[in-house]
């Protein structure tokens, strides 16, 4: 079956897309709105106000990729899609971090899970962080609108043996379970999801709104990075780009962006960083603190054949332990699986030379479950922080006590799990802790296991927070609606307006607020542009 391309036909058919590294000399751009970003906050800004009628200009530091690039190799997908080629870490190297770097953000390299905000988290924001209008009922219209447009809908197929192993065990214990909802139209279930659909049909910005916009009139710029925002007298009133190569070094040429409103879509990470770099007003000093689900990985061994590379990612998920204790109580997790993929797997397990070639010789039989932390509620895990260095940025995220006691609650969760749905080892990937061949064996070691920093796996692909929302200068950067408190003209639509961890998979919640905020935005820029 042949499969269409939406990006070649796009730009064989006049869209407005530079890719930036070709340029030998610097240029000047103007629009209505400049969004800085395509991933999941850029791509739904980028098509509202287009189909507003505003003349937008998105500039992208990743590549321009399509479907004939997406070769199911995570040798090619993690250098070619990831922010530092997947291998970005926390300061002192205790969390690994995934995030995209490329045309559609990490929506062109994630897992599909679509989940809506959960009610305690948006409960927890307006009660404590002066967020206004985002209650489950004032929001479900947006929900309904994305999940539409994204063809969002429960995955009605049977779960990989991966997932399906989740659900056993969650039925076995009487455990919460939920069938996952998806992004997809016309699935081949091939669970290559994280190195980019190689059939386009992962309804990520990337083959969904991006296109829309670019159809619409919306111009792309690709291998841009913006360094710097130049504001005065509480204006933005340009942006600075640096043009990159193939390999994403600067090429010491410079682009230069002016607009009438500037929308930062650039992630939680890097969206603080660029409004840090650029010294714009933050008088309380609250830009940077960044939450990230950090999440632990339990491996279990199985007689039969698992495949956890083969078919959706992420299909069942258990909230039987995220609000257990209330969203300011005892740190919850979220319990889910990870794709087994050969360089994830030996990136993100544990030993070297004999032992970890004897875990890798079990990779088929091999079923990962992981407990995502919800971070940011309260001070046993109170989130990271971004800091510029000379190079760029880097992000201290100190793990707590706290922490530690819920690592050691989930894997024993995740243990018990994977052992009722029939594993006949489970190694919790910690260093320290013997292969566990029973649950009443893993029980007494895990209670006694010495979790710590960099003897514990702690992995991330949830980056949140940074820029938060909220009513209240005092812990809050920019409103309600993204609307910078301090800069008239500047907006910020990505999951760093998070105030704190979600609970739940970002994506769809950034969908929704973004769909809210832009086109609260468009009403209020149409008329000026006329
Ligand atoms: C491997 C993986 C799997 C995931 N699976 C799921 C899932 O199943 N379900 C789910 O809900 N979420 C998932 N996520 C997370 C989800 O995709 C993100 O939370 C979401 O895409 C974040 O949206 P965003 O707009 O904040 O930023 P991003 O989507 O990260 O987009 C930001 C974009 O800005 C660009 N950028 C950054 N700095 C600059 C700059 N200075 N100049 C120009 N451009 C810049 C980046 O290159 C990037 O393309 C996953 C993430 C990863 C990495």
């Known amino acids: 079956m042949s499969i269409s391309d939406p990006i070649e036909n796009g730009l064989k058919g006049g869209w407005l897309h530079i890719d930036a590294s070709t340029l030998q000399v610097s240029r000047h751009f103007e629009a209505d709105v400049v969004i800085v970003g395509t991933g999941a906050g850029g791509g739904v800004a980028a098509d509202i106000l287009t189909q507003a009628g505003l003349k937008v200009i998105m500039i992208e530091a990743g590549a321009l990729k399509s479907s004939k690039d997406f070769d199911m190799e995570e040798r090619t997908a993690y250098p070619n899609l990831y922010q530092q080629a997947a291998s970005m870490k926390t300061a002192d190297k205790g969390i690994s971090i995934f995030q995209g770097r490329t045309v559609g953000g990490a929506t062109t390299i994630n897992w599909t899970t679509s989940i809506r905000t959960p009610e305690p988290t948006l409960d927890f924001w307006a009660k404590e962080k002066s967020v206004v209008g985002l209650d489950t009922q004032s929001l479900a219209p947006w929900f309904d609108t994305m999940e539409q447009q994204l063809n969002i809908s429960t995955w009605l197929y049977e779960p990989n043996r991966n997932n ?160 257990r204790d209330g969203a300011s109580g005892d740190l919850g997790y979220k319990l889910e699986v990870a794709p087994v993929h050969p360089v994830l797997v030996a990136s993100k397990t544990l030993g070297y030379g004999q032992s970890h070639a004897e875990l890798m010789k079990n990779f088929n039989r091999m079923q990962v479950v992981i407990a995502l932390i919800r971070d940011g509620f309260n001070e046993q895990c109170p989130g990271g922080q971004v800091r510029l260095t000379d190079s760029g940025f880097a992000l201290d995220y100190p793990l707590t006590d706290g922490f530690w006691q819920g690592a050691k609650r989930a894997f024993l969760s995740m243990a018990e799990l994977q052992f009722a749905a029939g594993a ?107």
């Open 424 to 530: 006949k080892q489970v190694r919790p990937m910690t260093e320290g802790l013997p292969q566990l061949n029973s649950w009443a064996e893993a029980k007494a070691e895990i209670e006694t296991a010495d979790l710590g920093l960099l003897r514990t796996v702690v992995a991330s692909a949830h980056v949140m927070g940074g820029c938060p929302m909220g009513e209240d200068r005092l812990i809050s950067m920019v409103n309600s609606e993204g609307s910078s408190h301090y800069l008239e003209n500047l907006s910020v639509m990505d999951g760093s307006v998070f105030p704190t961890s979600l609970g739940a998979n970002p994506q769809l919640s950034i969908y929704a607020l973004v769909a809210r905020n832009a086109s609260l935005l468009a009403q209020r820029l149409k008329p000026v542009v006329g």
């Open 164 to 323: 399906g192993a989740l659900l056993e065990g969650c039925n076995k214990l009487g455990w919460q379970s939920t069938v996952i909802k998806r992004n997809v139209k016309g699935c081949w279930n091939t669970g290559y999801c994280g190195m980019g659909c190689p059939v386009n049909a992962k309804q990520s910005m990337l083959v969904t709104t991006i296109p829309s916009a670019l159809d619409a009139g919306a111009q792309l710029i690709s291998r841009a990075k913006v360094m710097q925002i130049e504001h005065s007298e509480g204006k933005v009133t340009g942006l600075k780009a640096q043009v990159v190569n193939t390999n994403f070094e600067p090429r010491g040429t410079t682009l230069t962006f002016s607009a009438k409103h500037y929308i930062l879509s650039a992630g939680a990470i890097h969206t603080p960083a660029l409004l840090m770099r650029s010294n714009t007003p933050d008088p309380f000093e609250l830009l940077g603190r960044t939450f990230l689900h950090p999440s632990l990985l339990s491996g279990g061994i199985y007689d039969e054949q698992i495949k956890g590379h083969s078919g959706a990612p992420q299909s069942i998920y258990s909230d039987e332990f995220v609000w």
